[in-house]
């Protein structure tokens, strides 16, 4: 029931009373004419909401009104071997789950990521890949690799020599970064005779020797290599060759980065993940980057006095998914456009981390806390029927198909 003015303010008697004049009666009049509209405004909009509400018991009713008013409030983070793709095979319903993600005329419309510690090759080609196997437009700002990180250590060794170790491109990854005097450890052992003491029985020297052509590319400099002291190694990608690798980085390592030289302090060595095992083509796990630094480890310590300093980077690490939320913010604002987005601000209410591995991905989501939220599939590492024992999802589906269409239900997003 709607409250009646009262009469009694207006009257002449009181007017007189109290010495009011015209305009003050007019003023009076309009405040209290201001304080029934916002009553009926709040009835009304009371009115409104439990006619239009969805029941309370409804178990995603504060979550559906929130979407359907900040449609962005969340994102989500796709590992890519295992989950996405094995191999260059798509999996799981990949490619029909990541098209879910955009509108009818290709814009996105959830903000996601690739968030992976594979890599090789620079950000721009790996998205171009992706954007072909999986047949959605993939942005460079949206591929997260292992050494992805290293991008924050060019100032530090933008002018120095650092070798830069793994399969694809790893030279070429780091020159893009900035550092302006990087090789490869193919191009590094090419200057050295004989450090390598297998090469002879090795039947992939000549794809090594093609690789000297690209020297003057990543490598200017007018004195001979041999002679510059190494000032820090960076491992991009998994080692093609082990045995060459570890007896060329041990050289690096126990001799302050001259190679032959006299024994002298380490210079620093860092990994762009420690992933210990991962899902390719061949059925079971296959050894990864973590499995090499284990051994080089092994080797070092066994012939060097001091134990080996290292820094890894990649999944599990916390900093990786606040760097991931972070990105996730930039595309953000790259899609929708909104120079509004801060992303300085708690901007997402739940981050969506879909991975195939329990050591690595839903470890590193757990660890990385509010609001990251991790699902774990069983098209990789994991394949077990029920949740993981020592590093549980909050959600285990079979594909990333599943995983995808939980969140879009959850999130009230057709």
């Keep these: 029931m709607l409250c009646p003015i009262n009469q009694s303010a207006f009257t002449v008697e009181n007017r007189q009373e109290a010495g009011i004049g015209l305009r003050s009666i007019l003023q009076l009049w309009i405040k209290e004419t201001m304080r029934i509209l916002q009553i009926l405004t709040r009835k009304l909009s009371s009115s409104q909401i439990r006619s239009t509400a969805p029941s309370l018991s409804s178990t995603f009713s504060s979550r559906q009104l929130h979407s359907l008013s900040n449609p962005a409030s969340f994102g989500i983070a796709f590992d890519i071997d295992g989950v996405l793709l094995r191999g260059?095979?798509?999996?799981?319903?990949?490619?029909?789950?990541?098209?879910?993600?955009?509108?009818?005329?290709?814009?996105?419309?959830?903000?996601?990521?690739?968030?992976?510690?594979?890599?090789?090759v620079p950000e721009s080609k790996r998205a171009k890949e992706l954007a072909r196997l999986l047949d959605v437009n993939i942005l460079p700002l949206q591929v997260i690799q292992g050494h992805t990180p290293f991008k924050q250590l060019t100032r530090r060794f933008e002018d120095e020599l650092v070798v830069a170790v793994g399969k694809g491109e790893p030279a070429e990854?780091?020159?893009?970064?900035?550092?302006?005097?990087?090789?490869?450890?193919?191009?590094?052992?090419?200057?050295?005779?004989?450090?390598?003491?297998?090469?002879?029985?090795?039947?992939?020297?000549?794809?090594?020797?093609?690789?000297?052509?690209?020297?003057?590319?990543?490598?200017?400099?007018?004195?001979?290599?041999?002679?510059?002291?190494v000032?820090?190694?960076?491992?991009?990608?998994d080692s093609v060759d082990w045995s060459r690798d570890i007896q060329v980085l041990c050289d690096i390592l126990?001799?302050?980065?001259?190679p032959g030289?006299?024994?002298?302090?380490?210079?620093?060595l860092f990994f762009a993940n420690d992933d210990l095992a991962y899902q390719a083509l061949f059925p079971s796990e296959r050894l990864g980057m973590g499995a090499f630094r284990i051994a080089l480890e092994s080797v070092f310590n066994?012939?060097?006095?001091?134990?080996?300093?290292?820094?890894s980077y990649g999944k599990p690490s916390p900093f990786v998914?606040?760097?991931?939320?972070?990105?996730?913010?930039?595309?953000?604002?790259?899609?929708?456009?909104?120079?509004?987005?801060?992303?300085?601000?708690?901007?997402?209410?739940?981050?969506?981390?879909?991975?195939?591995?329990?050591?690595?991905?839903?470890?590193?989501?757990?660890?990385?806390?509010?609001?990251?939220?991790?699902?774990?599939?069983?098209?990789?590492?994991?394949?077990?029927?029920?949740?993981?024992?020592?590093?549980?999802?909050?959600l285990v589906v079979d594909t990333v198909e599943e995983a995808v269409d939980y969140i879009l239900s959850k999130e009230c997003v057709s």
Aim: glycine share 8%; charged share 20%; hydrophobic share 30%.
């Design 173 to 229: 990854v780091m020159s893009e970064y900035g550092f302006k005097t990087v090789l490869s450890i193919d191009e590094y052992a090419s200057y050295f005779d004989n450090i390598d003491p297998l090469a002879q029985y090795k039947k992939w020297t000549d794809k090594q020797d093609v690789n000297q052509n690209s020297k003057s590319k990543h490598f200017a400099l007018s004195n001979d290599p041999c002679s510059q002291r």
């Design 302 to 311: 066994a012939i060097h006095p001091a134990a080996l300093k290292y820094t």
């Design 88 to 120: 260059s095979i798509p999996i799981g319903g990949s490619p029909p789950a990541l098209k879910r993600l955009y509108d009818d005329s290709g814009t996105l419309k959830v903000p996601y990521v690739f968030l992976t510690n594979g890599g090789g």
């Design 254 to 258: 126990r001799t302050g980065g001259l």
């Design 261 to 268: 030289k006299e024994i002298a302090h380490q210079p620093p």
């Design 321 to 394: 998914f606040k760097n991931a939320e972070t990105v996730l913010t930039h595309v953000l604002q790259s899609s929708q456009d909104n120079n509004q987005v801060d992303g300085r601000e708690q901007l997402f209410k739940t981050l969506y981390m879909i991975g195939d591995n329990p050591a690595v991905d839903i470890k590193g989501a757990r660890q990385a806390g509010n609001p990251w939220f991790s699902i774990l599939t069983r098209t990789g590492v994991f394949k077990g029927k029920e949740n993981h024992d020592d590093c549980p999802a909050d």
């Design 231 to 237: 000032q820090a190694v960076f491992v991009v990608s």
